[in-house]
């Protein structure tokens, strides 16, 4: 890990509060899948109950329409091998099988579909490029 990294994770505002819950959720499974360094350490306390911790970044959650994803997603690829970017299309919530969403996705141009979420990690100067005129999600 580099000290200058930052995490962010971009969701609609407008989805009800399940979705944007699973959202949040799959995304950050993505980021931490992609760079396991986020978290993937266990920890202890006084009495010897050892949890698994979540993540060594601060994790800010902000909130865009799903137009300003699509250009954000755009913007941010290609990127590099230290970063990461994980994108949420609406068009998989409907699916409950990953093996579906992986022979569909390579007929779709991500550009045009509803992008529900985006989460990124990277280098500050290029999360903050991206991310740094939204607000937090409230």
Same mark, same amino acid.
């Given at each position: 890990?580099?000290?200058?990294?930052?995490?962010?994770?971009?969701? #609609?505002?407008?989805?009800?509060? *399940?979705?944007?819950?699973?959202?949040? *959720?799959?995304?950050?499974?993505?980021? /931490?899948?992609?760079?396991?360094?986020?978290? #993937?350490?266990?920890?202890?306390?006084?009495? /010897?109950?050892?949890?698994?911790?979540?993540?060594?970044?601060?994790?800010?959650?902000?909130?865009?329409?799903?137009?300003?994803?699509?250009?954000?997603?755009?913007?941010?690829?290609?990127?590099?091998?230290? %970063?990461?970017?994980?994108?949420?299309? !609406?068009?998989?919530? !409907?699916?409950?099988?990953?093996?579906?969403?992986?022979?569909?996705?390579?007929?779709?141009?991500?550009?045009?579909?509803?992008?529900?979420?985006? *989460?990124?990690? /990277?280098?500050?100067?290029?999360?903050? %490029?991206?991310?740094? %005129?939204?607000?937090?999600?409230?």
């Amino acid at each position: 890990m580099s000290p200058d990294h930052r995490l962010a994770i971009v969701v #609609n505002p407008d989805l009800q509060l *399940g979705l944007l819950a699973n959202t949040v *959720g799959a995304i950050g499974i993505g980021l /931490g899948a992609r760079l396991p360094w986020l978290g #993937n350490r266990p920890l202890t306390d006084l009495d /010897g109950r050892t949890i698994d911790d979540s993540s060594v970044l601060p994790v800010p959650i902000l909130a865009a329409s799903p137009e300003a994803m699509t250009a954000l997603m755009l913007k941010a690829m290609p990127r590099g091998d230290d %970063s990461a970017l994980v994108v949420f299309p !609406a068009f998989s919530r !409907a699916l409950h099988d990953y093996r579906e969403y992986e022979a569909l996705l390579p007929d779709k141009r991500l550009a045009e579909e509803v992008i529900d979420g985006v *989460g990124l990690c /990277g280098p500050a100067k290029w999360v903050k %490029s991206l991310t740094g %005129s939204l607000r937090l999600l409230r």
